[in-house]
């Protein structure tokens, strides 16, 4: 007599801190997870910031069901209100989580997503829709493999889908064939690519926290390399909301941010280019010609190295055959985009949600952590962890626990790093989901 087959996993995307925030709930609840990393590692996408101090203290950056999970392994909390780099929340957190034996054996890593769907149903075929599991299609050394799941919860981030350098969401034209002078939103200036910024000229763009932790970077690094020259350029005529709370933030290290940054720019170590519009980049022998406009001038300036700090977008290529229910400006979930609109709120004001405001037309399907958010920049992580804790609920079946969300998150400021310290490293709100 043949056994029954195990039911199908709950397939989370990403193993990046909501991933494994979401793993631990879905396993307090009874439920199998099985998480697909595309890096080497879990965190992996955190590692590449590594060298940023997030602004937020351990206390909001450890989820309470991976805390439940590790404790019992003799693993010490950090300090709660100190501030980690992204290396240490991946060494000192995420990767004890992932070896933990609960999740080690339901985490592939290498493990490409390139495909979600019904199995059997493409996206126009509603008939026995909802009675259908999801087909899951990954890429694992080079293999194409397809994976049934009861359910998805895509934690994947943004992180490498840097919004293009162009005017009105599109590349400049050149900007492909300037990509060696490109660099991404977080380098390392003051470690592993300091000899790419020291004494040349960089253009940073951008009005995010990226762009706030790579500027401060950059003027300490104008200390010790005096040739070294800053042009920061900002689509908008003012820097204020990037400034933020000052003394008023309930994150010391968010307000100084903007205090630094803003005295950095009205002392002249930094030049702003307000109203910029980003329209050709050229190559040149040294470095990249950039030409635009501004509201009154034309812009014309040549640089070394350009830091693309214009945020970032969501890949939606692999849903692209499950049914969405999108917000059409910030591609988060429609229920959710008056929530997080930038224009409104900072990270600290966004009111609790759960799983309600991320379902989709499809059941069983969501996306959390930062790619929920869309083009919306202000992400902060015990949002997240409060996103899978619902979503976790509601596929359990406990509909009250789904729907009762609290959030404790820091009010008011810039919502992204910190220099404590005087010779504290650049720092960045940085969390990719």
């Avoid at 300090?79 to 070896?99: C, I």
């Avoid at 309930?250 to 630094?260: D, F, H, N, S």
Wanted: net charge negative; proline share 6%; with cysteine.
């Amino acid at each position: 007599m043949s056994q029954p087959s195990a039911p199908a996993p709950v397939i989370v995307v990403g193993a990046g801190p909501v991933g494994l925030a979401a793993a631990a709930h879905l396993l307090e609840r009874g439920l199998e997870p099985l998480v697909l990393e595309q890096g080497e590692h879990a965190g992996a996408a955190v590692s590449a910031w590594g060298h940023v101090r997030l602004f937020s203290p351990w206390r909001y950056d450890v989820d309470a069901a991976a805390r439940r999970l590790l404790e019992p392994t003799g693993w010490a909390n950090p300090d709660p209100e100190a501030l980690p780099t992204g290396a240490e929340l991946v060494e000192s957190y995420l990767r004890p989580l992932s070896e933990t034996s609960a999740i080690r054996s339901r985490l592939r890593t290498g493990t490409r997503v390139v495909g979600i769907t019904r199995d059997g149903a493409d996206k126009t075929r509603s008939l026995g829709r909802e009675r259908r599991a999801y087909r899951v299609r990954v890429v694992h050394d080079g293999a194409v493999e397809d994976i049934l799941a009861s359910a998805v919860i895509d934690t994947s981030g943004t992180w490498g889908r840097s919004n293009p350098l162009g005017t009105g969401g599109l590349p400049a034209l050149g900007e492909s064939a300037a990509s060696h002078a490109l660099a991404g939103p977080l380098p390392d200036v003051l470690g592993a690519d300091r000899a790419d910024f020291a004494g040349h000229h960089t253009l940073v763009v951008g009005m995010g926290h990226s762009a706030a932790n790579s500027l401060l970077a950059l003027v300490e690094l104008a200390e010790s390399a005096p040739q070294t020259r800053i042009t920061w350029a900002i689509r908008g005529g003012s820097a204020r909301r990037l400034f933020g709370g000052g003394t008023d933030d309930e994150l010391p290290a968010r307000g100084l941010l903007g205090t630094r940054l803003k005295d950095a720019t009205e002392s002249g170590l930094v030049t702003l280019v307000r109203w910029a519009s980003i329209e050709q980049l050229l190559e040149t022998s040294d470095g990249v010609r950039v030409l635009g406009r501004t509201r009154d001038d034309a812009l014309d300036l040549t640089v070394s190295t350009i830091i693309n700090a214009t945020g970032f977008r969501p890949d939606l290529d692999m849903t692209r055959e499950v049914r969405l229910d999108l917000d059409p400006a910030l591609e988060c979930p429609r229920g959710l985009a008056e929530l997080i609109d930038p224009n409104l709120h900072s990270c600290g004001t966004v009111p609790p949600h759960g799983e309600a405001l991320l379902a989709h037309p499809d059941a069983g399907f969501y996306v959390a952590g930062m790619k929920s958010y869309g083009r919306a920049p202000t992400f902060l992580l015990a949002t997240g962890y409060e996103q899978v804790r619902s979503v976790a609920a509601a596929l359990a079946g406990d509909r009250t626990a789904a729907d009762t969300v609290h959030l404790d998150l820091p009010t008011t400021g810039v919502c992204s790093t910190d220099l404590v310290e005087d010779d504290a490293e650049s720092a960045c709100c940085g969390v990719s989901g």
